[in-house]
Nanobody
Framework: QLQLVESGGGLVRPGGSLRLSCAAS????????VGWFRQAPGKEREGVSCVTSSGGFSHYADSVKGRFTVSRDSAKSTVYLQMISLKPEDTAVYYCAAAVYCNAWASGNNFEYWGQGTQVTVSS
């Protein structure tokens, strides 16, 4: 079974940057589309981004377009979420998840494998 581990979260000031990583164990991540999701306290889970298995296409929530960039390194079987111009409203636990495709990605319902999450806190 594919296992995913997120890393790279932390505390950052507004306007700052972070890069999250999603690494796979047991099986390569290269055959999967990978989505990033987040959930803030008291709020529903939100789809942030999805990148296809080839890395050729990526999707973003309107709330992060122009600030977040998803990429993947096939050699390292790792997917990254580069986040810049962070805002307090970006504070949440961020999860990566794997699916066959990015179809209907934002709901997260098509993603079979999930990581444990990494906390991102944006605060002065």
């Amino acid at each position: 079974q594919l296992q995913l581990v997120e890393s790279g979260g932390g505390l950052v000031r507004p306007g700052g940057s972070l890069r999250l990583s999603c690494a796979a164990s047991r099986f390569p991540l290269n055959n999967y589309a990978v989505g990033w999701f987040r959930q803030a306290p008291g709020k529903e889970r939100e789809g942030v981004s999805c990148v296809t298995s080839s890395g050729g296409f990526s999707h973003y929530a309107d709330s992060v377009k122009g600030r977040f960039t998803v990429s993947r390194d096939s050699a390292k079987s790792t997917v990254y979420l580069q986040m810049i111009s962070l805002k307090p409203e970006d504070t949440a636990v961020y999860y990566c998840a794997a699916a066959v495709y990015c179809n209907a990605w934002a709901s997260g319902n098509n993603f079979e494998y999930w990581g444990q999450g990494t906390q991102v806190t944006v605060s002065s």
